[in-house]
């Protein structure tokens, strides 16, 4: 996560920010990894109140496609994930074989 983030990387908001887990942490046994392994800076954005709500423990994938806007603005503003999230959250190709490439 920036520290210098000043904005929502969901919608582009500025004003006072919440911390978002992109994957939600309580999805720790959909994917068999401990649950400090979803509490991590690379899992960790900049969101305000309002996204991180309507966001909650909903699929990453599925949320942001809801809204291109929302997808695109996430792409630009949130490159400081780690590719295990990206790849969690279906961000990124699965790689084959990979313990980890379920898709959500």
């Known amino acids: 996560m920036s520290k ?3 904005i ?3 919608c ?3 004003g006072k920010l919440t911390i978002d887990h992109v994957i939600p942490k309580s999805w720790y046994k959909r994917f068999k990894v401990p649950k400090r392994m979803l509490d991590t800076p690379g899992n960790r954005v900049m969101a305000c109140f309002n996204c991180n709500q309507a966001k909650a ?3 990453p994938k599925e949320w942001l496609q809801e809204k291109p806007e ?3 603005h996430f792409q630009r503003h949130a490159r400081y994930l780690s590719d295990f999230t990206k790849q969690l959250a279906g961000l990124l190709p699965s ?3 990979h313990r980890y490439s379920r898709t959500l």
Do not use: F, M, P, W
Request: aromatic content about 6%; charged content about 30%.
């Open 95 to 97: 790689a084959a074989g």
């Open 57 to 59: 423990n909903k699929d």
């Open 70 to 72: 929302r997808l695109q």
């Open 4 to 6: 210098k983030a000043t």
């Open 12 to 14: 582009g908001e500025s």
């Open 8 to 10: 929502c990387v969901y």
